[in-house]
Nanobody, 121 residues
Framework: VQLQASGGGLVQPGGSLRLSCAASTFTSDYYARGWFRQAPGKEREFVALITWSGATYYGDSVKGRFTISRNNANNTVTLQMNSLKPEDTAVYYC????????????????WGQGTLVTVSS
């Protein structure tokens, strides 16, 4: 599976951004899709995931501000990010794994190239 992330950029604190992750054709219908991020000097961090059935899970630092959704018709996942903070600055990666969703990045086999989000005034 090939993943292509897009939508990053520079935004002021309190602003919003929408990230998208387009995927090539999946070999089955049972794929979980996730977003992770990595700030300079830090480990990759779980942000959000959506299961094949549509259940969603979020990292504690983004709960109530970020929303993940998926469009199964075109294999696209969207991360709507609101009330952005400087600490949200990172490279955001989309990922996919067959079967159950997971918050551990090493369990994901397929990764996009990353898109940079910078929150700064």
């Amino acid at each position: 599976v090939q993943l292509q992330a897009s939508g990053g950029g520079l935004v002021q604190p309190g602003g919003s951004l929408r990230l998208s992750c387009a995927a090539s054709t999946f070999t089955s219908d049972y794929y979980a899709r996730g977003w992770f991020r990595q700030a300079p000097g830090k480990e990759r961090e779980f942000v959000a995931l959506i299961t094949w059935s549509g259940a969603t899970y979020y990292g504690d630092s983004v709960k109530g501000r970020f929303t993940i959704s998926r469009n199964n018709a075109n294999n696209t996942v969207t991360l709507q990010m609101n009330s952005l903070k400087p600490e949200d600055t990172a490279v955001y990666y989309c990922a996919a794994k067959e079967g159950l969703g997971a918050t551990i990045s090493t369990l994901y086999r397929d990764w996009g190239q990353g898109t940079l989000v910078t929150v700064s005034s």
